[in-house]
């Protein structure tokens, strides 16, 4: 049994995930609460996954909320409407464990959930969209090999199709979107909003 809690500001979302992830029986939903601050202070606290969404009213930075979340024990799979390359990549550097847009069905939702719990990367095409156009001058190199399955897959090709493309196995097209997220990983860029960096010039004042 995988715990579930879900972190989104738009109740209609949260609404229908309750629904939808009641039906499964393999998963369990502990929370579906519109903050950090309420899963962490409530019974969602350490669930196994935690589908986050993106952008949140609170003006919280999601890097900020992925490394709460993993600091408390739970995975992280971030979801949203937002194509917001710049935040995503971010996310991912600071410890989430893929990214899904929110028109995927029950049973992509479901696999990803599965995925990020048993430790793997729930990967997708806007994932690797917003790595392959990535424009920081900070990005991480890629080898060639890492680029071209990057872009065919961002390109909206399928894993299959992508590893076929690139005359290698899919597990293998997998292995090298696997190393693009690590190097992600390791650069661990942040990237901070207007707000949590005025946020951040307060909190070291009251520090000092």
């Known amino acids: 049994m995988i715990t579930v809690a879900v972190v989104d500001d738009d109740r209609m979302l949260l609404d229908g995930l309750r629904s939808w992830l009641a039906g499964v029986a393999r998963l369990r939903l502990l929370a579906a609460v519109t903050t950090v601050d309420a899963l962490l202070d409530g019974p969602g606290h350490g669930a196994d996954v935690v589908l986050l969404d993106l952008v949140l009213r609170d003006a ?43 028109d995927h069905d029950l049973d992509s939702l479901v696999a990803a959930v599965e995925t990020v719990a048993e ?32 872009l065919d897959y961002a390109s909206g090709l399928t894993l299959k199709a992508t590893a076929r493309r690139a005359r290698i196995s899919p597990n293998t ?36």
Do not use: M
Not at 88 to 100: E, F, K, M, R, S
Not at 123 to 136: I, N, V, Y
Not at 180 to 199: F, I, W
């Open 60 to 102: 919280s930075a999601p890097e900020d909320n992925v490394r709460r979340l993993r600091a408390a024990g739970s995975r992280v799979l971030v979801i949203s409407t937002v194509a917001d390359r710049a935040r995503i990549v971010a996310a991912v550097a600071a410890g989430a464990d893929g990214y899904l847009t929110k």
């Open 119 to 150: 430790g793997g990367t729930a990967h997708s095409p806007e994932l690797a969209f917003a790595w392959a156009h990535d424009a920081c001058p900070d990005r991480p190199r890629l080898a060639p090999r890492e680029r071209q399955v990057l």
């Open 173 to 208: 097209a997998k292995y090298y979107l696997d190393q693009v997220k690590e190097k992600y990983r390791r650069a661990g860029r942040p990237a901070y909003t207007k707000t949590d960096l005025a946020r951040r010039v307060r909190e070291d004042g009251l520090d000092g």
